[in-house]
């Protein structure tokens, strides 16, 4: 038995049109390897798309790239992630899933005392997957308390989880306020564990348990993983005589250069010399060069760094993106309004969110369950007008979803 396991393709996912092209053609990559690979099926461990609602283009890429692994009698199985799913619960894979295209095998029964799931089992090889999709909060949690573990344990044969979560045991560092479930509450005695969500490579074993795989994401989201990870991959995973054995496989579009610069008590002509010297003699051709500039400059201000014209010489030189991040650098004079950066816009909305949750009025909701909602909601309220839709028809259709979300739809129902 051969598959590939993907997780956190984030399609769609940059707001610079380069760098969505770069994720694009890392998914092709990724998709072409399986197929050259002639791996049984592929598994997508959650956050295929950015957004519930991808563009076009987006949409197109992946229906494209995934019709070309049925076309060669390759299954494909996901779990959806959190960015998967609109405010309202919906979530383009249903879609794909109609059109025969993928399988879903997140699918829940909820009984009277607990959760049921029934395994999804590939045609080809007789494995068996079951799993669990990436919820906001303590919806996840409480989805994984109630999970009718003992009906999985019980089940023979070569069992897949996948899921779409972080856990407690092994969450890395650089993600230690991300919400994580305890390896407790997952199913135990399975054979492979295929995770989602975290955005970093890792492979564990726990003998109660089993081969416990994050394989990162295709591409770097945002500009911190850009310049750590600098690419993305995925795992080849073959199975010989109930033996579990993992080959990494990197998909690299194209090189990155990451630079930091300390401005520290030096002033905007110093720094702006500074990187000019230093990135003069770099090889920047067909690359993507990020530069960080971070402190507190001893006089001026960050404006008069002329960061633009270095980009512009930059990419005369044939850099393919340049990126040039300046959150952490402030004058001696802006220095108290700093805000301090985050490693996603995830955590920086969490941030915000968190610091001024506690004003709301709602006492029968903890913090965490506070901050899901505002979140929800401020999802919901982003969404667009649908091509055609009528002012007074997209004003509705958002009333009516905040009363769904709200929970409070059917009882206005009941006083008209």
Request: with cysteine; aromatic share 8%; charged share 35%.
């Amino acid at each position: 038995m051969k598959f590939a396991h993907l997780a956190d393709c984030h399609l769609g996912g940059w707001t610079d049109p380069e760098l969505t092209k770069i994720g694009l053609d890392a998914f092709r990559k990724a998709v072409d390897i399986c197929i050259k690979e002639t791996v049984d099926f592929v598994i997508f461990s959650g956050d295929l798309f950015d957004t519930a609602r991808p563009s076009i283009d987006v949409l197109n890429c992946a229906v494209k790239k995934l019709k070309e692994l049925n076309d060669n009698r390759i299954s494909v199985y996901v779990v959806s992630g959190s960015h998967d799913y609109s405010p309202t619960g919906k979530t383009m894979l249903n879609v794909l899933e109609s059109a025969g295209i993928l399988k879903r095998v997140d699918r829940i029964e909820d009984t009277t005392d607990s959760l049921h799931m029934k395994f999804t089992t590939d045609q080809k090889t007789g494995a068996k997957l079951v799993g669990m999709s990436g919820r906001k909060g303590s919806l996840e949690e409480r989805d994984y308390k109630d999970l009718d573990r003992k009906s999985l344990e019980e089940e023979d044969g070569f069992k897949i989880f996948v899921f779409h979560s972080a856990i407690k045991e092994f969450r890395p560092t650089i993600f230690e306020q991300m919400k994580a479930i305890p390896l407790s509450l997952f199913p135990k005695g399975f054979n492979y564990y295929a995770g989602g969500h975290v955005h970093k490579t890792g492979t564990f074993c726990d003998e109660k348990y089993g081969e416990i795989v994050f394989p990162g994401g295709t591409f770097p989201n945002n500009y911190r993983e850009l310049e750590e990870f600098k690419y993305g991959g995925f795992f080849i995973v073959e199975v010989d005589d109930g033996n579990v054995n993992l080959e990494r496989k990197d998909i690299k579009i194209c090189d990155v250069i990451a630079l930091r610069f300390d401005a520290q008590d030096k002033t905007p002509e110093r720094m702006e010399d500074e990187i000019k010297e230093e990135t003069k003699d770099l090889d920047v051709e067909d690359k993507i060069v990020l530069i960080r500039v971070e402190g507190i400059l001893k006089s001026g201000r960050v404006t008069e760094i002329r960061l633009k014209d270095i980009s512009e010489i930059l990419k005369k030189y044939g850099a393919k993106i340049v990126k040039i991040n300046t959150n952490k650098l402030s004058t001696k004079e802006y220095e108290e309004i700093n805000i301090e950066e985050t490693s996603t816009k995830e955590e920086l909305e969490n941030k915000l969110i968190r610091e001024n949750v506690g004003n709301y009025e709602l006492e029968t909701l903890s913090i965490d369950e506070r901050i899901d909602l505002t979140k929800s909601l401020i999802r919901l309220l982003s969404e667009e007008k649908k091509e055609g839709e009528r002012n007074t028809d997209y004003e509705a259709r958002l009333f009516d979803d905040v009363l769904t979300l709200l929970g409070i739809k059917k009882e206005l129902e009941g006083l008209s």
